[in-house]
Each structure stands twice: as structure tokens, then as C-alpha cells.
């Protein structure tokens, strides 16, 4: 079964306005139109030292519960706000996303499991267009987030810590 079904015509180009240089923070490009913001399990940011002491061979029981914190963090989003998720479309002159809404719950729920339980599952990455919000799962316990709104940091800032994760700022 599916798991995504492609969003309206007008919705894709309301959701391309709403979230310009996609591909940029896909290639992790600078761009001026966004707040970078990262939840993590831990803390503060992780010199080189300590994080090949708290990333390499983690023990299957903590790295279950890390997983656990940042499903905790997507599912809460996912139960405040309306997530699509996006895919690019195109040549590597013109590339453009393709914007697509889960097919079931279940779908929804699957796919904001963190991927480092399954290297079969591709890392997931949505926007929140409720709160202009671009957010991508990534490596070493952390997700990140790209905000349009500098309004919703105090939003994101509360259900992090509701969700046992912590905001780092660049």
C-alpha cells in the first residue's frame, strides 16, 4: 500500500511559495530565509571528543531510548500541526518538490520512526505548514529544524522539553 499520495496542483504551488530554497537546506546550503534550530538528545553541542564517546557503540538500551525521545518529539508535532512530507522532482538544473500527505495514520506513524532502528529507511523530511516549519530528521541523535516564523520557537522550545529533547541554536 501506499504511503503517500501527491498533493493538489494549487497546493503544491502554495506550499513551493510558502517554502523557497527546499533545496537548498536539502543541500545544506546557506539561505537567509531561515532559523536554524536542532532537537537533540543532548543538551549542548557535542565536541569531537565527547560525541565519539556518546554516538559510537551506543548499547542497544540507550539507543532505543534516544530513539524513543526524538519519535516522542515527531509525534507531538504531528499531533499539533498538519505534516507533509516532500520529495524533489526534476533534472540538477531545475529541481523542484513534490509535496505529499500520508495515505493512513499508520503511514504517518511509520514514517516518523527514526530511521537508525531501520538503514533500510531513507531519513524522513517534512513541512509543517502551520508553522512554516521545515523539518528533517538527521545523523548522531538530532533532528533539525528550519524555521520561517521565529514566532513558533517558543512552541517547539515547550514540546521539546514536554518530550525529554533539547533545542540547540547554531
Not at 532537537?39 to 540507550?62: Q, R
Not at 531519513?123 to 541523535?141: A, G, I, K, R, T
Amino acid at each position: 500500500m501506499r504511503k503517500f499520495k501527491n498533493l493538489e496542483k494549487y497546493r503544491q504551488k502554495e506550499l513551493t511559495l510558502q517554502f523557497p530554497d527546499l533545496y537548498k537546506l536539502c543541500c545544506a546550503e546557506e539561505t537567509p530565509h531561515y532559523k536554524y534550530l536542532a532537537i537533540s538528545v543532548f543538551d549542548h553541542w557535542l565536541g569531537c571528543e565527547e560525541a565519539m564517546t556518546l554516538i559510537d557503540n551506543v548499547p542497544m538500551k540507550e539507543q532505543l531510548k534516544r530513539n524513543e525521545a526524538l519519535y516522542l518529539f515527531s509525534q507531538k508535532l504531528a499531533s499539533e500541526t498538519e505534516i507533509i512530507n516532500f520529495k524533489f522532482c526534476g533534472t540538477r538544473n531545475k529541481v523542484s518538490p513534490l509535496f505529499r500527505e500520508f495515505t493512513s495514520e499508520k503511514a504517518k506513524v511509520n514514517y516518523l520512526y527514526p530511521t537508525l532502528s531501520d538503514p533500510n529507511k531513507p531519513f524522513f523530511q517534512m513541512v509543517l505548514p502551520e508553522l512554516s516549519m521545515v523539518f528533517y530528521e538527521s545523523w548522531d541523535d538530532t533532528n533539525v529544524l528550519y524555521l520561517r516564523d521565529k514566532s513558533v520557537e517558543d512552541s517547539i522550545k515547550k514540546w521539546a522539553s514536554e518530550c525529554g529533547v533539547y533545542c540547540l541554536e547554531q
